[in-house]
């Protein structure tokens, strides 16, 4: 019985491997919610891609990349400029999402290219000797090709395009992860604590973290049981934290542990359910008088 209400009807399980509930549990979290917010970060963070020429050189830096990547062009090495509308494609390496395509690609009639563009189909094509061709998207293709011919210098930012309501959607998805992912630490750290029994008139009210569920118990059987617990159907299984549907000795059968090495069994017309309160002596007596079941 819980010492710190003054309900005789109200039990808690015992909390049960505390320490490895912290052990598993906190790690377990840093290694959801960094994937998590890495992919917040890549669908969120800003894309473009800055294309400077000075010189002989064309720099073309995409600051999104994971680790702010910087390419220099040789532009002495250039023998055609072009514009192209790309066919079929693929991505070889790199990244590929709706307004934001750098990397690796390989197109129909064009063959391997590096490319940093807009993902658009009309591009600008720089033909480089004994290397891949160069693909781009400069915002303003007459100015940057005066500059590659070398008659000035430029410098521009390919900003992403809208990628729709269906990009839209993905990116308010993307950003609800880290929140799921907290489900871990409440899961192991705080539902346990939840977790009690309260035997009424005919009656019992199991509270997890997510509400509370009644169980009719007149008439119904209740004894102290050892399970063999098989297979989780649905529910949470977590040290220290059990509920849901499992396989128990054979059959189906509600759970709300903290342990699943023994407890008390409830059974009775449409009503099997497996728990483990701290004083089950007490709570059989309160089964038998209050609650209307045979205990046993």
């Known amino acids: 019985m819980d010492p710190l209400t003054s309900d005789p009807m109200l039990f808690r399980p015992p909390r049960r491997r505390r320490a490895l ?82 990397g690796r690609f390989r197109y129909e ?14 591009v600008v094509v720089l033909r480089r000797e004994g290397d891949l061709p160069v693909v781009l998207t400069p915002p303003d293709r007459e100015a940057f090709r005066r500059a590659v011919d070398g008659a000035g210098d430029y410098r521009g930012v390919q900003p992403a395009r809208g990628g729709g309501r269906g990009w839209t959607l993905v990116k308010l998805l993307v950003l609800l992860t ?26 019992l009210v199991v509270s997890t973290l997510l509400g509370s569920r009644r169980y009719p118990t007149h008439g119904c059987s209740a004894r102290a049981h ?13 040290p220290g934290y059990y509920t849901g549907l499992y396989r128990v000795d054979g059959a189906n059968a509600r759970i709300y542990t903290t342990s699943l090495e023994s407890g008390v069994l409830i059974e009775g017309p449409g009503v099997r359910v497996f728990v483990n309160p701290e004083n089950e002596g007490a709570f059989l007596e309160a089964m038998r008088t209050m609650g209307g079941a045979h205990a046993e």
């Open 21 to 102: 509930q912290v052990a598993i549990g906190l790690p377990l979290t840093v290694v959801i919610l960094l994937p998590t917010l890495f992919a917040v970060w890549l669908v969120w963070a800003p894309h473009r891609v800055e294309l400077r020429v000075s010189g002989d050189e064309l720099d073309i830096t995409t600051p999104f990349e994971a680790f702010s990547r910087r390419r220099s062009i040789d532009l002495s090495t250039v023998i055609a400029v072009e514009e192209v509308r790309l066919g079929h494609g693929r991505r070889t390496n790199g990244t590929a999402m709706p307004g934001y395509c750098v």
């Open 109 to 122: 009639g064009l063959g391997s290219v590096w490319q940093a563009t807009d993902c658009s189909r009309d």
């Open 178 to 203: 880290p929140i799921a992912a907290l489900i871990v630490p409440v899961v192991f750290l705080v539902a346990p604590s939840r977790l009690a029994y309260r035997v009424g008139p005919g009656e």
């Open 226 to 238: 050892r399970p063999r617990v098989g297979m989780r159907l649905w529910g949470t299984g977590a």
